[in-house]
Each structure stands twice: as structure tokens, then as C-alpha cells.
């Protein structure tokens, strides 16, 4: 199972930082890489980046410069910060557990809405 | 990067009746070395998380009820629902998962499902 925590306001060019807890497993587990896929209001996926539990990053190309994943196995736990928002950062976060050897995204949390607004 | 479209953008079917998705990747998805099609599809029902119902362009998932069923090859895919119940109203997405480095995979643009 897996929950998004965080704020659902952030102001522009402040940053967007949000928790995902997982229970009922280990983060540490070698099967998944824990991501990240946001969903603008009525629009489709984007994946934003995933994380392996042993702190390894991949990051979506054009968030790159302005994202940071991170890891804390000692709380089954995964973040996200992500710098400098927009209003097209609007979106609803979802969090998410990724096959490792195979990048279907397996279970999802119910996701966050965070509006970058003023 | 492998680019995924689908079609129609929506439909309305009543109930009971077929509803047929189209899903079409830029590059086939078919690995050559495993014969595996890297191909899937998720539900999207309102205000929920999208849910994981086929693999494999054509395999179900635990629990997903086999009036749906994936087809196709290579590059054309399809989603059909054989006998759509209200349940059944939801964005539905393709997702191909070709690539091994993570985040290498790419949705389609949705297709929204309704009762007429």
C-alpha cells in the first residue's frame, strides 16, 4: 500500500516536496523501483522519476534540473522535491511501485492534488 | 522515445454492448529475443488511481473480469470490452514498457469510456 503526504498549495518558484509511505512491505525489496507519475487536471500520465531502494535515481529528462528523489528505508518511505513550480506543475502526484525488470506500474497510491498557486 | 497514440479519443456504448480501444506505438514493442510484447493496459475510473488490467498486450491481470481482453501485435493494439457494464465508464490508457532503463516507458493520451 502505498500513500502520498504533503501540501496541496505551493506558491510559484517555491518547491514542491511530497512523502510516500509504504506498508504492508519492504521498501527494501529488490523486486520494485519506487516512482513517481503526475496527472495534470483532465490530462494523461507523465512520469516524473523512480527510485531503487538502494538510493539509484532516474529522472523524466525534462524535470531533471529541478527534481531530487530520495529514499529513507529506516521509514519505508520515498520523496520527492521538486524546485522552482509553475502552474504547470499543477497536478494531481501520484506515487507508485514499478516492476524491476519489467516497468509496468504495479499499484499505485491514490494520489495528492498539488495547485501551485499564489 | 516510442510514442504511443490511441483512438477514438472517447466513445459512448450501451450497456451490454462492445467497446473497442486503439492503441498505436510508433516502434514495434515486440521483443524479438522473448517474443514478449511489451504492452499494457490500465483503468482510470473517476477520481481513482489507474489500475493495471493486461499485460503483455493480452494477459489479465488477477481479478480483471474476462469481458476484457487485449489483442494485437507489434505496433496496432486493441482493448475491447465485450459487454460494457457501468463499472466499466473510466479513461482507459496503453502504456508500452519496451525500454529496460526505468522511466523508458510511455502512456497513450487516454480514451474515455461512457454509457450512451
Known amino acids: 500500500q502505498l500513500r502520498e503526504s504533503g501540501p496541496g498549495l505551493v506558491k510559484p518558484s517555491e518547491t514542491l516536496s511530497l512523502t510516500c509511505a509504504v506498508s504492508n512491505g519492504s521498501i527494501t525489496t529488490s523486486l520494485y523501483y519506487w516512482g513517481w507519475i503526475r496527472q495534470p487536471p483532465g490530462k494523461g500520465l507523465e512520469w516524473i522519476g523512480s527510485?531503487?531502494?538502494?538510493?539509484?535515481?532516474f529522472y523524466n529528462p525534462a524535470l531533471k534540473s529541478r527534481l531530487t528523489l530520495s529514499v529513507d528505508t529506516s521509514k519505508n518511505q520515498f520523496s520527492l522535491k521538486l524546485t522552482s513550480v509553475t502552474a504547470a506543475d499543477t497536478a494531481v502526484y501520484y506515487c507508485?511501485?514499478?516492476?524491476?525488470?519489467?516497468?509496468?506500474?504495479?499499484?499505485w497510491g491514490q494520489g495528492t492534488l498539488v495547485t501551485v498557486s499564489s | 522515445d516510442i510514442v504511443m497514440t490511441q483512438s477514438p479519443d472517447s466513445l459512448a456504448v450501451s450497456l451490454g454492448e462492445r467497446a473497442t480501444i486503439n492503441c498505436k506505438s510508433s516502434q514495434s514493442v515486440l521483443y524479438s529475443s522473448n517474443n514478449k510484447t511489451y504492452l499494457a493496459w490500465y483503468q482510470q475510473r473517476p477520481g481513482q488511481p489507474p489500475k493495471l488490467l493486461i499485460s503483455?498486450?493480452?494477459t489479465r491481470e488477477s481479478g480483471v473480469p474476462d469481458r476484457f481482453s487485449g489483442s494485437g501485435s507489434g505496433t496496432d493494439f486493441t482493448l475491447t470490452i465485450s459487454s460494457l457494464q457501468a463499472e466499466d465508464v473510466a479513461v482507459y490508457y496503453c502504456q508500452q514498457y519496451y525500454g529496460t532503463i526505468p522511466g523508458s516507458f510511455t502512456f497513450g493520451p487516454g480514451t474515455k469510456v461512457a454509457i450512451k
Open positions: 507508485a511501485s514499478l516492476g524491476r525488470w519489467q516497468q509496468l506500474v504495479l499499484y
Open positions: 503483455w498486450a493480452s
Open positions: 527510485i531503487y531502494y538502494s538510493g539509484s535515481t
